[in-house]
Every structure is written in structure tokens, then in C-alpha cells.
């Protein structure tokens, strides 16, 4: 069975930082697209970054531009997104999705609003002082 495990988050103050990890099994991470999204308290789940396992590309969330980075680990069989800069609004539940059809951009925006969706328990975020 196709499963990502999310783990990483935490508590971290305003301009800290965190890497969260999305450990694949069931499947190799070989052509692909990984995405990470975020759901906030009375907020929609949104797509904040995406990346092609197959050649790397990447697609970022205007918002979290500059601040995120979103890489994988072929031989860890795992992807990261590694968030810098850290910001009261990115506080929530991250999930990681998979998708063998959908390309880059549309993982990112189009995902969380599909009639069949597959997500994991997601790792908790909290940016506070």
C-alpha cells in the first residue's frame, strides 16, 4: 500500500526554523510529484510546496518564497521541506501527498480539492513567541 509518514514539526519561535520529513513506502520515490500542504484553524488545506522526483523541479507558494525549500532523498526514499524564516501564519497541520498523473503546479494548487485524496496524520507546526 502506497503510504508518506510525516514527522518534524514542533514549537519553534518567529524566525526559527524546522525541517519536516515525508517518508514514502509502499512505493519508490521515482517519478512523482511530492507536495506538502498546510490546513490552518478555519483556514482550507493549501498546497505550499511540490517537487518532480523524477528531475527535481520545484513549485512554491508565493507566500512562502524565498523562506522554504522542498528537496528530496532517492536514498532515503523520503522528501523535506526545510522552512526558514518561520511566520505566526505558517502555523498548522502539514501533510505530504503523492500523485504518479498530475504535474508540478497542478499537485500544488489542485490536490486538496480532488474527490479522492490520501493523507497521512500530518506533523503538527506552531510558530509562536
Known amino acids: 500500500q502506497l503510504q508518506l509518514v510525516e514527522s518534524g514539526g514542533g514549537l519553534v519561535q518567529p524566525g526559527g526554523s524546522l525541517r519536516l520529513s515525508c517518508a514514502a513506502s509502499?512505493?519508490?520515490?521515482?517519478?512523482?510529484?511530492i507536495g506538502w500542504f498546510r490546513q490552518a484553524p478555519e483556514r482550507e488545506r493549501e498546497g505550499v510546496s511540490c517537487?518532480?522526483?523524477?528531475?527535481?523541479?520545484?513549485y512554491y507558494e508565493d507566500s512562502v518564497k524565498g523562506r522554504f525549500t522542498i528537496s528530496r532523498d532517492n536514498a532515503e526514499n523520503t522528501v523535506y521541506l526545510q522552512m526558514n524564516s518561520l511566520k505566526p501564519e505558517d502555523t498548522a497541520v502539514y501533510y505530504c501527498?503523492?500523485?504518479?498523473?498530475?504535474?508540478?503546479?497542478?499537485?500544488?494548487?489542485?490536490?486538496?480539492?480532488?474527490?479522492?485524496?490520501?493523507w497521512g496524520q500530518g506533523t503538527q507546526v506552531t510558530v509562536s513567541s
Open positions: 501527498a503523492a500523485s504518479s498523473q498530475m504535474n508540478l503546479q497542478a499537485m500544488c494548487i489542485m490536490y486538496p480539492f480532488l474527490t479522492s485524496q490520501s
Open positions: 509502499g512505493f519508490t520515490l521515482d517519478d512523482y510529484v
Open positions: 517537487i518532480s522526483t523524477s528531475d527535481g523541479s520545484t
